[in-house]
């Protein structure tokens, strides 16, 4: 496909879908994030599905703490971290990570908008993308090892759900990079309650670590917002590989900010809010 990109080109295709939201732009996200055969077919209407991005990541996180306190009853802490790493590259077809991978080739060994673009599109592996992806995973796996034991639990239901808002962000602050591509699916049915929805639902699950976990959102959004930034002067706006980098970054911000944040003052920025007066 000439005009694909690769987080969306090689992620799962979406059924043409008539009504936007509800049960049906559930159905998408979670055949479109994770490895569930809900909604095969050819590309469409995905604007809906994004206000669901961090409800599906709650739910991986949430398979991901189960597997942990099984795996934990039988493994070494570094066994663990490394199941949990391929757990969730199994859980999301390595959707995202391949994004990573190919947005590493193609912003850093690109030299104008037109070969950067160019590299994207290509799907061979290049030396960028085999360097960040080796740095990605072994932060990733570091920082599962690291997390601390008392708030273990809720940063891995945590982490995959503020990651996919970063995502929602990007879709709303900037603008597709193609004419052509399956990124365009998701600029139609797109609307302002998708992104209220998502950040609703990523602000509630992070008040499961108090104080922290609206630090971590807000760091989240934060990296989110430079790298579209950054990707946007580059390409003059997103591309879905670019979307699944933004998700990988997301995923790293929130599992090492929330080892620093533990280090830092746990005490006082994990309390439940309602004890803080």
């Not at 945590?158 to 808002?165: A, D, G, I, N, T």
């Amino acid at each position: 496909m000439p005009d694909g990109d690769g987080d969306l080109r090689r992620g799962r295709s979406v059924r043409q879908c008539n009504r936007g939201g509800g049960v049906n732009g559930l159905r998408l996200a979670i055949g479109f994030l994770t490895v569930l055969p809900l909604a095969p077919g050819s590309p469409a209407r995905m604007g809906p599905a994004r206000a669901y991005f961090p409800l599906v990541g709650l739910a991986l996180g949430g398979i991901l703490a189960g597997l942990d306190l099984v795996a934990r009853q039988a493994l070494p802490p570094l066994a663990v971290s490394a199941l949990l790493v391929a757990a969730l590259l199994v859980l999301t077809r390595a959707l995202h990570t391949e994004g990573f991978l190919d947005s590493c080739d193609g912003l850093f060994g690109g030299c104008d908008r037109a070969r950067r673009l160019e590299i994207l599109r290509d799907p061979h592996v290049g030396a960028f993308a085999v360097i960040g992806g080796t740095s990605l995973l072994l932060l990733k796996w570091s920082g599962i090892a690291g997390l601390p034991d008392e708030e273990r639990t809720a940063l891995l239901v945590l982490f995959p759900c503020l990651s996919r808002l970063g995502m929602v962000v990007t879709m709303e602050a900037f603008s597709y990079a193609r004419e052509h591509g399956l990124g365009t699916a998701f600029e139609d049915g797109r609307s302002r309650w998708q992104v209220v929805f998502g950040l609703a639902t990523a602000t509630a699950a992070a008040l499961l670590l108090g104080l922290a976990g609206l630090v971590l959102l807000g760091a989240t959004v934060a990296a989110a917002l430079a790298i579209g930034r950054w990707v946007t002067g580059l390409l003059d706006g997103m591309t879905g590989d670019t979307y699944g980098a933004v998700n990988e970054v997301g995923e790293v911000v929130v599992l090492l900010g929330g080892i620093i944040l533990f280090h830092v003052a746990a005490g006082v920025l994990f309390a439940p809010l309602w004890e803080m007066s």
